[in-house]
Each structure stands twice: as structure tokens, then as C-alpha cells.
């Protein structure tokens, strides 16, 4: 089973910056893609950034040249460096993890597994 453990929210100022971390762990089991993903208040979870295992990333419009997503695939971990941070990031926000691992009888089991979330707020 997959375990997921956030960190790093908190409360900014406009301008600010926050690295959240995101912790995977379980038995057998590789990550490949992480990702992170927010939901503000009244609105659905929405992508933020994603990083593969080789290391490609892709960004949501609103958040490139701001925010990097990064991983220490030896540690299992995520990392989302947020800079320029403004009023509209405030959200909750989930990593995720999509996993695979083999069952007893050799067969590939993939999924996702989401974090707690984290709530981060910018305000003045």
C-alpha cells in the first residue's frame, strides 16, 4: 500500500515563496509520475505541475515560470518550489502518485495515491 506524507504549507505574503514535499512509501511498489494538483474554495482540483520519473515536466499555464516541480527518485519524494506566490494560489494542495507494483502471482498493479493535502495561503 502506498503512503503519501505532505509538507510545507503555510501562510505567505504576496510575493512569497513555499516548497512543499511530498513523501511516497510502501513495500515493492515504484513511482513513476508525481504530480501536484490544488483546489480552491468553491472551484474542482486542478492540475498544477507533473514530473515523470526521467524527469519531464509539465506545467498549468498559470503557474510556469513560478512554480518547479522536482523529485529525489532515491528518497521517493516531490518537491514543488513555489515563488511569486499571489492571492489566487491559495488552495489546498494534494500531491499524487501513480504507482506500480506485481501482485503475488507477477502481475503489474498501477494506480494513484493522493496525499492528505496541504493548505497553502497567500495573503497580506
Known amino acids: 500500500q502506498v503512503q503519501l506524507v505532505e509538507s510545507g504549507g503555510g501562510l505567505v505574503q504576496p510575493g512569497g515563496s513555499l516548497r512543499l514535499s511530498c513523501a511516497a512509501s510502501?513495500?515493492?511498489?515504484?513511482?513513476?509520475?508525481m504530480g501536484w494538483h490544488r483546489q480552491g474554495p468553491g472551484y474542482p482540483r486542478d492540475l498544477v505541475a507533473t514530473?515523470?520519473?526521467?524527469?519531464?515536466?509539465n506545467y498549468a499555464d498559470v503557474v510556469k515560470g513560478r512554480f518547479t516541480i522536482s523529485r529525489d527518485n532515491a528518497k521517493n519524494t516531490g518537491y514543488l518550489q513555489m515563488n511569486s506566490l499571489r492571492p489566487e494560489d491559495t488552495a489546498v494542495y494534494f500531491c499524487?502518485?501513480?504507482?506500480?507494483?506485481?501482485?503475488?502471482?507477477?502481475?503489474?498493479?498501477?494506480?494513484?495515491?493522493w496525499g492528505q493535502g496541504t493548505q497553502v495561503t497567500v495573503s497580506s
Open positions: 499524487s502518485a501513480d504507482y506500480i507494483y506485481y501482485n503475488d502471482e507477477g502481475a503489474p498493479v498501477v494506480g494513484r495515491h
Open positions: 510502501g513495500k515493492g511498489i515504484s513511482i513513476t509520475a
Open positions: 514530473i515523470t520519473s526521467g524527469g519531464i515536466t
